[in-house]
């Protein structure tokens, strides 16, 4: 392969700016370009991230691993504080917890502690967990866990790269292909000729699967097509008396259902999870607008409520101000980091979602290690096992349709509980 001269790097994200990022820091292009159009609703989006280690995927526990170690050595530890979480696994998903212990074990770690439903409730002033989770819950202690705020990770590697990276802020909607070589990027506003020479690299995340087949690149393996989870993020202003009874106080996550990580100021995040589904071109990952007002957004209300209700009752009364998120990954639970295998001059950086963002301090690294011919095989496009990430869902549908006829149904039967 002959020297390449631009590198264009289509997707705004983290995995598009520590891409360019890396890229430019080689010295190996004449220019790097960034195609930045940026979505509230992308992997990337949002104020914080909790950092851990502890996944039941091996392959993926054992890069989350060495992304900790970057996360606490390098300039990125500004951007993160040590918290106190507690995770409750309920029993339909204690599989998950052994394939965490499983993997801690390979690592040479102890299990994850497990401690009592009432040490938990003693934590959170609240006596709720066992009714709410059942008895055959299992309540996990993890003191080491970490909260990274996000937004200034993200604000501080966009400004890095403004300073040898060209932005160009317009949405990639095509790309003209000839011969197994992209000639031309088409974006909403202009068309960009590509030479012979010149490196594509494609990181639209949650989309890019989509977007290939749109734009007519080669298929890619089965294990490596998108499984999208609709994710409800909401922010909650909390007052002075909350705040003062709620400092430092730790973190509850029941895995799989929703999330309370502390945001910045006077205020904490709640994500909830409760539906995964399989994309079959319904328009939900190119719109994520489409929540609004739709009986899964009035259901993931319902249960926030209920839920901060019961396990937080200093907040009192709550005004819950948010939007969806469309969290996509592989289904073999890895994101691709590699160059396509039919066409040599396009870098695949994909399906990273919102848990592979935690891998961010190393992409840069994998992205140019691919390019210039030295890939790291764990995030190749070869064919891998979907079921060893694989988390139980509330419900599994086929299209944002089928989905949205479960949460009416569902609303159905809450209304007629509250009467």
């Known amino acids: 392969m002959s020297p390449p001269k631009t590198c264009r790097v289509i997707g705004g994200g983290i995995f598009g700016l520590e891409s360019a990022l890396a890229v430019a820091t080689t010295g190996m292009f004449e220019k790097v370009i960034l195609f930045d159009f ?8 949002g104020s914080s991230r909790i950092l851990r280690d502890g996944y039941a995927n091996p392959i993926f526990a ?15 530890k500004i951007f993160m504080r040590k918290c106190t979480r507690f995770l409750i696994y309920t029993s339909d998903r204690i599989n998950i917890l052994q394939g965490i212990d499983n993997t801690r074990k390979e690592q040479g770690k102890e299990p994850c502690k497990r401690v009592t439903a009432k040490e938990v409730e003693e934590a959170f002033g609240s006596r709720a967990l066992g009714k709410l989770f059942g008895e055959g819950a299992t309540y996990i202690h993890s003191p080491e866990d970490c909260v990274l705020d996000w937004q200034q990770y993200v604000d501080s590697r966009r400004e890095s790269a403004t300073r040898n990276v060209e932005f160009i ?17 088409v974006t909403n506003a202009n068309v960009y000729e590509v030479t012979s020479e010149d490196i ?12 290939l087949d749109l734009w007519g690149v080669p298929k890619l393996p089965e294990s490596h097509q998108p499984e999208t989870v609709v994710i409800m993020s909401f922010e909650i202003e909390l007052t002075q008396e909350a705040l003062t009874k709620m400092k430092d106080n730790p973190i509850i996550s029941p895995v799989g259902l929703f999330e309370i990580t502390p945001l910045v100021a006077n205020k904490i995040k709640v994500t909830w999870v409760n539906h995964r589904f399989l994309e079959k071109g319904s328009g939900l990952l190119s719109n994520p607008k489409m929540l609004e007002g739709t009986a899964i957004m009035q259901v993931a209300v319902y249960h926030i409520r209920k839920w901060l209700r019961e396990i ?42 919102l848990t592979s963002a935690k891998l961010a301090p190393l992409i840069g690294e994998l992205t140019v290690n691919a390019i210039f011919g030295k890939p790291e095989p764990d995030f190749s496009l070869q064919e ?3 079921n060893i990430h ?16 479960h949460a009416k149904a569902e609303l159905r039967d809450i209304r007629q509980e509250e009467t």
């Open 38 to 45: 940026p979505s509230s609703s992308a992997g990337s989006s």
């Open 62 to 76: 054992k890069w989350a691993a060495r992304a900790m170690e970057r996360w606490e050595t390098t300039e990125y």
């Open 169 to 185: 802020q317009e949405q990639v909607v095509d790309l003209e292909i000839d011969d197994d070589k992209v000639m031309q990027i």
């Open 200 to 211: 594509t690299v494609v990181a639209t995340g949650g989309w890019t699967s989509a977007n």
């Open 312 to 353: 937080l009752p200093d907040l009192g009364i709550v005004d819950l101000r948010g939007d969806a998120q469309i969290d996509s990954m592989s289904k073999a639970g890895m994101p691709v980091i590699a160059m396509h295998p039919e066409m040599p001059r396009v870098c695949l950086v994909m399906n990273g979602g």
């Open 384 to 386: 891998r096992d979907t």
């Open 390 to 405: 694989t988390q139980p869902a509330l419900t599994t549908c086929a299209t944002f349709e089928e989905m949205e006829q």
